[in-house]
């Protein structure tokens, strides 16, 4: 069946950069936006960036603004999230979802399909 799976997650130390990939497989996610979540320890799962079927993005966390960028490969039915200048308040683990529809919701909403996560982790 369809899924969606992350990678690229690790231990860095402050100011450091990664990049997360979402690679998808049994359907195309071409057609489709993509969000990444993530989730921090004791806290709630938030909406980060998302990416539309047109190359659009939006931003949901204000925290991430300038720092994180979202793009997609669509030969490579994958989608990346560049995370720099990291900061120890980044730590989570990240998700990437999608609800199969070709927009990014102004709020994110119920998704369809999860990846399993990748933990990101900043300290010094």
């Known amino acids: 069946q369809a899924q969606l799976a992350e990678s690229g997650g690790g231990l860095v130390q402050p100011g450091e950069s990664l990049t997360l990939t979402c690679e998808a497989s049994?359907?195309?996610?071409?057609?489709?936006?993509v969000h990444w979540f993530r989730q921090a320890p004791g806290k709630e799962r938030e909406g980060v960036l998302c990416?539309?079927?047109?190359?659009?993005?939006?931003v949901y966390t204000e925290s991430v603004k300038g720092r994180f960028t979202i793009s997609r490969d669509n030969p490579k039915n994958t989608v990346y999230l560049q995370m720099n200048t990291l900061k120890t308040e980044d730590t989570a683990t990240y998700y990437c979802?999608?609800?199969?529809?070709?927009?990014?919701?102004?709020?994110?909403?119920?998704?369809?399909?999860w990846g399993q996560g990748t933990l990101v982790a900043v300290s010094s």
């Open positions: 990416i539309d079927k047109n190359f659009g993005a939006r």
């Open positions: 979802a999608t609800h199969f529809l070709d927009y990014c919701d102004d709020v994110p909403g119920p998704m369809d399909l």
């Open positions: 049994k359907f195309t996610l071409e057609y489709h936006a």
